[in-house]
């Protein structure tokens, strides 16, 4: 047990935090936008903490399951923690483009960050480095069909008929995410594995205090209550530290996506330093395709209870830096081998991303 509490020290600060967190937040309302600011900065570090315990024990089910098992497990708690954020400070923004804006950010962060850096460094380190094609095809197809049906289509779509669409909109991302399902763990598992040479490594020995799958599961979902928690208390702290500011406005959209995709991009940086890039493949395009077939549903649901549209469709920019990454992520992922040249223009079209944010667009 000692040796449990020891691991989980950065979970037990993040509840800990969110406790203090609630005692408090009504006193520091009144210290200012400085306070506010720095409240701010401790609730996403804590954040992160907390998320980040989430993602440590899913990679551990996942180690133990393989792919494809694995890279679900992961990219699915990441999801549910992005889903948990993004609804909590959506519902406290009042923006109406917060979601769309986030599922942008974390596509962007997800292809061009994730696996723009990850390509780059495992490509310096190891050259050329494998996957299976046929996931990547998969994937890209399945990433491009839902953002079109969800982010793109919607811009052409009526103030009168937004319910009917909405409720189309969440029967065909279930439909797609059914299929998906039943392909990545049915006859098709195999078009998200890959074969690597067999390596010995040294097993933890069950005397070690390394947690069972049931103690995984229990941090888990301890750690994502304590994410909503200090979700919800970093709505306050936002909106009061923000307010009368001039602030790009994706910024709390790249934040709640950030939040989200640093477990993932630490997993998927050891896997590309391990010359194991399907992994790097599974999470940053299942967690692209899961955040935009997952997260669009469960948000068109949440409008249509409270009979508030949300704007779903992107911006004609953010439409060309979307098409532009899919296009360039299928044509570099069409051969089954990936470089740091590849590596390279993701993470150039991730910066320049960052510098449309920066300026506002």
Not at 267 to 284: C, E
Not at 350 to 356: I, N, R
């Amino acid at each position: 047990m000692k040796s449990i509490l020891q691991s989980e020290k950065f979970l037990l600060l993040a509840c800990a935090i969110a406790i203090a967190g609630y005692a408090a937040d009504t006193r520091l309302s009144s210290y200012g936008r400085f306070a506010g600011l720095l409240e701010t900065a401790v609730l996403i570090a804590a954040i992160l903490a907390a998320s980040l315990s989430v993602a440590r024990h899913a990679e551990r089910i996942a180690q133990k399951l393989g792919d494809p098992y694995g890279s679900m497990i992961l990219t699915l708690s990441a999801v549910l923690v992005e889903v948990i954020v993004l609804a909590i400070v959506s519902s406290r923004a009042g923006s109406p483009t917060l979601v769309r804006d986030s599922i942008y950010s974390a596509v962007m962060l997800d292809i061009n960050g994730i696996l723009g850096v990850a390509a780059l460094i495992g490509g310096f380190k190891h050259g050329e480095q494998a996957y299976n094609d046929d996931s990547a095809r998969t994937y890209s197809v399945m990433i491009l069909t839902a953002v079109t049906v969800s982010m793109i289509v919607p811009e052409f779509v009526p103030q009168p008929s937004w319910r009917a669409y909405s409720g189309f909109t969440i029967v065909a991302m279930l439909l797609l995410y059914s299929v998906f399902l039943r392909m990545q763990t049915g006859p098709h598992s195999y078009f998200f594995s890959y074969s690597y040479p067999d390596k010995k490594t040294r097993q933890p020995s069950p005397a070690s205090g390394y947690p069972n799958r049931r103690q995984s599961v229990a941090v888990m979902a301890a750690g994502i209550i304590a994410v909503g928690a200090l979700a919800e208390l970093m709505s306050h702290s936002l909106n009061r530290s923000l307010a009368g500011m001039k602030v790009p406005v994706g910024l709390v959209a790249l934040i709640v996506a950030g939040i989200s995709a640093a477990p993932e991009m630490l997993t998927a940086l050891r896997a590309a330093l391990a010359n194991r890039m399907q992994s790097v493949v599974n999470i940053a395009l299942g967690a692209s395709l899961s955040t935009v077939i997952l997260t669009v549903p469960a948000m068109e649901a949440m409008a249509l209870i409270s009979g508030q549209r949300i704007d779903m469709a992107m911006t004609p920019l953010q439409t060309l830096m979307m098409l532009v990454t899919l296009l360039v992520a299928a044509i570099n992922l069409n051969d089954g081998q990936t470089n740091a040249i590849e590596g390279m223009t993701h993470f150039i079209l991730f910066g320049a991303f960052l510098m449309l944010l920066g300026l506002g667009l």
